[in-house]
Nanobody, 126 residues
Framework: QVELVESGGGLVQAGASLRLSCAAS????????MGWFRQAPGKEREFVAA????????YYADSVKGRFTVSRDNAQNTVYLQMNSLKPEDTAIYYC???????????????????WGQGTQVTVSS
């Protein structure tokens, strides 16, 4: 049974920061690539960031590069998304996702992930 629970979303003004957390109840968490995706109203879900198992590599969408940072705490089975300099266009539901243990393929594609959280709303006002 895999459960991913996101938290930390909210309503903030442009320029503010938020930190999202994703608590994972999942076997072999440390060997899973973890990703963050988002879906804005009327748009398709898109890749935001990912971190490979053992945190050896991180990946970011161009739209968030330099503003967002993904990290993980394998001892706590938690992955984080630090979001700085938020913009109104960052408004979306943010989802945490887990790949299969040992997955070594592309980390920015949705089909790589086998488990998804319910999402947390982030709203950035101008």
């Amino acid at each position: 049974q895999v459960e991913l629970v996101e938290s930390g979303g909210g309503l903030v003004q442009a320029g503010a920061s938020l930190r999202l957390s994703c608590a994972a109840s999942v076997r072999a968490f440390s060997s899973r690539t973890m990703g963050w995706f988002r879906q804005a109203p009327g748009k398709e879900r898109e890749f935001v960031a990912a971190i490979t198992w053992l945190a050896r590599s991180t990946y970011y969408a161009d739209s968030v590069k330099g503003r967002f940072t993904v990290s993980r705490d394998n001892a706590q089975n938690t992955v984080y998304l630090q979001m700085n300099s938020l913009k109104p266009e960052d408004t979306a539901i943010y989802y945490c996702a887990a790949a299969s243990p040992g997955y070594g393929g592309s980390a920015n594609e949705q089909h790589a992930y086998v488990s998804w959280g319910q999402g947390t709303q982030v709203t950035v006002s101008s």
